[in-house]
């Protein structure tokens, strides 16, 4: 049979066969000697499988039973197209329609906002930010505190004080409109501390440092015949005096803060935006740097300056860096600088009767309460020990102590705060603070949004009150400045014809009771 199926193929086709027979015969024969010899392949090892790890058991899972929120006409025993099948989706219909009105319908009465707040944390109405914002706008000229507060107080001392505040006047030397002591917006003012004569100084947006003397009166021209041709108003304007106003460019940028020496009057320290200090010696008619960085590229505006009353050459400053610098002028070159805020510096004061505690208020919401006898940290970068701190809802412009070791802050969160801190001369250094003993002992409401073009407001103390009764003032946003107790107790709201604009930068005499006030426009307000 296979002899028939060869003689049915080609001759071609069985060479073909045969040469494959050969080649697969002599491929066998080269795997078993290269096999004998040791050359072939050995045989593969299998690669180790990895231990099977062991598997968790499954979390069985609860199946919940699913209520279909439309019920089955099948399964509820209904037939299709039965006049109960009909009743069933009508019903649904008109419950489905009647559940979209509801939700549509106004609501007509009262709403409580804790009980329709949809996202966010829970509301409390006594932290209601919402009244800020309502009440921020100024209403020029509408006091809030006037003659019927001060018939209405039972309390006698607080009646005669309110009085004797409420009965200051508005210097009718010259109209506020006239008196403008500086070129630019006022940024800082206060007075000599001469109590014999009203001396005013004022630092503007653009470093100049203005002088009035408001103890001089409108000197009278001799008389002129009239023109014919001249008005009445032409001749009345010739008949206005301007007061007589000194003004010194002392700086290139805005003078932030200035002090007069508790040591010698005729000094007087200025801090700039230009990063530099300045003292301005009065009965040399001199002006001196005695502090700027040594790179004259570097940018570090500084916010105010304050001098240490029981070190004659110890001065402090501020930097809208977040940085407060203590130095020696007999040796400027020699500069303590401590990073006590990642932002900015508003405002510093040093305690009066213990220096080595100072209060800071930052942009980062927080009035800070430092003692410098105790420094930690290495060379370079030490810091002072932390007392205690508060936190406020919003940026805290300044903070001030007054002679009695309370401190004023102003923030925009519409408050003034008082701190009082009892037997701060008898605290071991480094002493820590507990929330309670940092807490305000008093909270004033007051309007502190001063927007673009109005001067932050502060709280500045009368700093030797002749009655012993401690006080501040600050701007009020109405064209007023207001005076509190260190109770928070309101004595007086000071205004007056011819004020325009708003007295933002307020100011006591530190023993008389004067007080000053500067505008944007560089006039300046006065009572006496």
Known sequence: MVKKEMA??????????????QRDKLLKQLALDASSAGLGPGQKSKPARPAASKKKPAVKRIKEEIVPRRTSSRIAGIEADSEV??????????????????????????????????????????????????????????????????????DKELRALREKMSGLELYDGFEPNKIKITPERIYSLGFHPVADKPLVFAGDKMGNLGLF???????????????????????????????????????????????????????????????????????????????????????????????????????YFSRLDG??????????????????????????????????????????????????????????AQLPALCGEHESRLSVSHAAFNSAGQVATA??????KIHTFEGMSGWGPGRDLTEKEMAPSAVIRHNNQTGRWVTILRAQWQMHPSDGVQR?????????????????????????????????????????????????????????
């Open 8 to 21: 049915d193929i080609s001759d071609y086709e069985r060479q073909r066969q045969e040469n494959i027979a």
């Open 85 to 154: 099948a009909k009743r069933k989706a009508e019903d649904e219909y008109v419950a489905v329609q009647e559940a979209a009105r509801v939700k549509r319908q106004r609501i007509s009465g009262p709403l409580d906002l804790s009980e329709v707040q949809v996202v966010g944390k829970g509301w409390d109405k006594n932290e209601n930010f919402l009244v800020d914002v309502v009440k921020r706008g100024a209403d020029p000229n509408v006091r809030t505190f006037g003659e019927d507060e001060v018939k209405e107080t039972t």
């Open 213 to 315: 003397d408001a103890s001089q009166s409108p000197s009278i021209k001799p008389e002129t015949v009239k023109n014919e041709d001249q008005d009445e108003e032409d001749a009345e304007d010739d008949d206005d005096q301007d007061p007589n106003i000194t003004s010194f460019h002392l700086h290139t940028r805005t003078i932030s803060s200035f002090q007069f020496s508790p040591h010698n009057p005729s000094h007087l320290y200025t801090s700039s935006y230009d990063s530099s200090l300045r003292l301005l010696d009065l009965t040399q008619s001199s002006s001196t740097e005695i502090y700027a960085p040594t790179d004259t590229s570097l940018d570090e505006p500084i916010s105010g300056v304050e001098m240490d009353p029981q070190t004659p050459h110890l001065l």
């Open 411 to 416: 923030s925009y969160d519409d408050t003034v």
């Open 472 to 528: 501040f003032c600050i701007g009020n946003m109405n064209r007023f400045v207001d005076i509190y107790t260190s109770k928070g107790e309101q004595l007086a709201q000071l205004g007056g014809d011819g004020i325009t604009a708003v007295p933002a930068v307020a100011q006591f005499h530190p023993t008389n009771d004067w007080v000053a006030a500067g505008t944007a426009s560089g006039k300046l307000c006065l009572w006496m």
């Open 323 to 380: 940085h407060v610098g203590r130095i020696d002028t007999r040796a400027p070159d020699t500069v303590d600088i401590f990073q006590l805020s990642e932002k900015k510096i508003g405002g510093f004061s040093l305690n009066a009767s213990c220096p080595h505690f100072i209060a800071t208020a930052s942009l980062d919401r927080t009035m800070r309460l430092w003692d410098l006898r105790k420094l930690s940290g290495k060379k370079g």
